[in-house]
């Protein structure tokens, strides 16, 4: 089961234009997957100014998606942009690390 | 189907994944592992923070325990001592932990028995279970604790043992202080004197203290306080210091007696008493001034440890417990607060063996008095039953030297008079002569003269009983009683010789049947007497019985001494003074039976 990312952003008409897709895997509600999901929002917020689109996938209820995904560990966030594909696992602490894999570094300095 | 072989870009990419996964793994960022059989929740950082909070909270627990708590290895060695355990046994932590049995509060005399329990509790692993031990602190102290020991399993093996302590020193005392004070009490509750009730009370202080020297000092009337029993004294010691006087002597003796104590200072006790366990080298920090005003002579003997516990008895201390051994410290304080208890009792002890003794001396000096008045009492009795015996034999002499005087005088000159009045009247010889009737007449009025004279006589002391003997008496007094009173009839029924009758009870058998007889005839209205007095082994007894109207006893008997009466008192009287018993049975209308019997060895 898909469920979309907090504050609404999943928004079908917008999604075309947005900069990129983010997929955040979480197990429920466990602390490592609460941090993460503030600080992707966080992130986003700060950042991306509403172009992009967050996707969470409970593992607890949805194994297989993370499965079909090669993600085996929680949380992880599958970062989709024109510019990379890419996995990262955590809590989203680094700032710098998510930066660099949607190729911001320098914006974000 | 053929599996397509990734590219180097792609294994690259998986390779940074991968080590991707891994630094969050490090970094403790990771929740869960995904795979198609389970999802793995990671939660090391909750577990580790439940466990130290957990072990936080146990270790709290045990921290701040008051009791004393000790964990124990497998080994033997010290795991754990909690602050209160530290408090009681005086050694710290860093003392305890690490150290392996014997542990350093154990005590030597109970080294055996703690071994053996420990053993139990510990190196067998047995449960929980609860036993009492006997420890010192590490400055010596002794103590009890109650333990609750407990074996701590993992898989099946002992891991630990925790003991729990409590202390339990101060039951312990009062329960010790209980036992004593109950045996001590069985001493002074015993009937006995003084001397028995304080050899015994020193045999149990002797026990309770183990001190090699004991006495009890008690105060006299004359301010003395010398020892009324003692042990362990030396002959030169006790002839010292018995005869020590509150009035001339200066010591702790009289100090603790007289009551002058400063409970400040510290030798003496709240309860008075003074104690001291190291008096060499107390004296040593003592100047020679202070030293001489007192006698020391505990000290001079060798006793290092000495207490002086006043007896107690009302309001006052009348003596004391003197306690004292060569050795250091064997009277610590809590012994002589315990001295003093058992002193107090000695005191009641000693109240209750005075009062008894006091009242043995005035039971005594009551009885002696009882005997001397009793004494008194039976002397003056005999000198009176002496005195009656007297007066009836001199009555009886009286009455025997009348008769004769009356025999020969009066009776000789009436005699002489009748023939000289019937010589005259031969003379005359001529029966018309009208003296004749004159002189006959006269002779008529001596003769009546000469019988009356005669029969005072015999009322006296008929001669005849002196001539002839008691039964031929008795038969003419009968005789003489019927031609008088013609109206009643007696029957005799004598089985005695007269060789049997004691002569001195002739005169008393007599004296009975004629009061008898003369009560009979004045006042029974009786038409029937029966006799009987015979010898019966080796008594004589003597009964008359009449069928008259009888009396009422107590009346009469309540009369006899105002009144002239029925001369029953006289009868008993001449009965039992002459070594007889007299009893008399009467009921109005059925007549009268008087018993009178003597015994006849001792008259014979």
């Known amino acids: 089961m898909k469920r979309s990312g907090q504050r609404g952003r ?84 680094d700032t710098h690390k998510v930066l660099s894999a949607l190729q911001l570094t320098r914006g974000a300095s | ?140 102290e002794r103590f009890f604790v109650e333990i609750t020991s407990t074996s701590v399993k993992s898989n099946g093996e002992s891991k630990y043992y925790l003991g729990s302590w409590v202390d339990i020193t101060e039951r312990k005392r009062v329960e010790e202080a209980l036992e004593v004070s109950n045996r001590f009490l069985q001493i002074i509750n015993k009937q006995m004197g003084m001397t028995p009730l304080l050899k015994e009370f020193l045999a149990e202080i002797h026990s309770l203290t183990g001190c090699a020297a004991l006495g009890v000092r008690l105060l006299d009337d004359a301010g003395n306080i010398p020892y009324h029993a003692y042990v362990g004294f030396n002959q030169e010691f006790y002839e010292k210091e018995s005869p020590l006087s509150m009035k001339s002597d200066q010591c702790m003796c009289t100090n603790v007696i007289k009551g002058e104590i400063d409970p400040a200072l510290p030798f003496y006790t709240a309860g008075g008493s003074f104690y001291i366990n190291a008096t060499s080298r107390f004296l040593a920090t003592v100047s020679e001034r202070e030293k001489g005003k007192t006698r020391n002579e505990c000290n001079r003997v060798g006793f290092e440890s000495v207490a002086l516990v006043p007896i107690p008895i009302g309001d006052g201390i009348h003596g004391l417990v003197h306690v004292a051994d060569p050795r250091e410290n064997m009277v610590p304080l809590e012994m002589v607060e315990l001295l003093e208890k058992v002193a107090m009792q000695l005191g009641t002890g000693i109240h209750r063996v005075k009062v008894e003794e006091a009242l043995q001396k005035a039971h005594n000096g ?71 009737e004159s002189l006959n007449t006269i002779i008529l009025e001596i003769q009546e003269a000469l019988d009356e004279c005669r029969r005072i006589q015999t009322d006296l002391r008929p001669s005849m009983l002196d001539d002839l003997g008691l039964l031929p008496t008795l038969s003419w007094y009968f005789r003489r009683f019927q031609t008088i009173y013609s109206g009643i009839r007696i029957e005799q029924e004598v089985q005695i010789m007269e060789d049997d009758v004691p002569p001195l009870l002739k005169i008393v058998v007599f004296r009975v049947t004629q009061e008898s007889m003369n009560n009979i005839a004045k006042h029974s209205h009786s038409t029937l007497v029966r006799l009987s007095l015979r010898k019966l082994n080796d008594r004589m007894e003597l009964i008359l019985q009449d069928n008259g109207r009888g009396f009422n006893l107590e009346k009469v008997a309540s009369q006899e001494t105002t009144t002239r009466g029925l001369g029953l008192t006289s009868m008993r009287e001449r009965t039992e003074l002459s070594g007889g018993s007299f009893n008399i049975e009467s009921t109005e209308g059925k007549g009268t039976i008087i018993r009178a019997s003597w015994p006849l060895r001792e008259n014979d």
């Open chain 2, 1 to 140: 189907m053929r599996i397509k072989k990734p590219t180097y870009q792609e294994l690259k990419e998986r390779l940074a994944e991968a080590e991707a996964a891994l630094a969050a793994l490090r970094r403790e960022e990771v929740d869960a592992v995904v795979s198609e059989q389970h999802i793995l929740l990671l939660r090391v950082k909750e577990v580790e923070q439940a466990l130290r909070e957990s072990e936080e909270f146990s270790s709290s627990l045990l921290a701040n325990s008051p009791n004393p708590i000790v964990v124990i290895n497998s080994d033997t060695s010290i795991r754990y001592a909690n602050p209160a355990m530290e408090k009681l046994t005086g050694f710290s932590k860093a003392e305890l932990v690490g150290t392996k049995a014997p542990y350093p509060w154990w005590t030597e005399e109970t080294l055996e028995k703690i071994h053996k329990d420990f053993e139990e509790a510990v190196l067998k692993g047995k449960g929980a279970y609860k036993l009492e031990e006997h420890f010192q602190t590490k400055s010596g």
């Open chain 1, 10 to 93: 999943v928004e079908g008409a917008e999604t075309r234009g947005k900069a990129c897709i983010f997929r955040l895997f979480v197990a429920g509600d466990e602390r490592n997957s609460r941090q993460a999901r503030e600080n992707l929002t966080q992130f986003c917020e700060k950042y991306l100014n509403r172009r992009y689109e967050v996707e969470i996938v409970d593992v607890l209820e949805d194994f297989k998606s993370a499965l079909e995904n090669n993600v085996l560990l929680t949380p992880a966030l599958i970062v989709n942009s024109h510019l990379t594909h890419i996995t990262i696992f955590g809590t989203l602490s």
């Open chain 2, 366 to 436: 009551l009885e002696i008095r009882v005997q001397e008045r009793t004494a008194e009492l039976v002397a003056t009795n005999e000198a009176l039953r002496h005195l009656s015996r007297k007066l009836l034999s001199a009555q009886e002499d009286e009455r025997r030297r009348i008769a004769g005087d009356l025999h020969d005088t009066l009776g000789a000159s009436l005699a002489g008079i009748k023939l000289m009045v019937e010589n005259s009247l031969k003379q005359i010889g001529d029966p018309a002569n009208a003296a004749n």
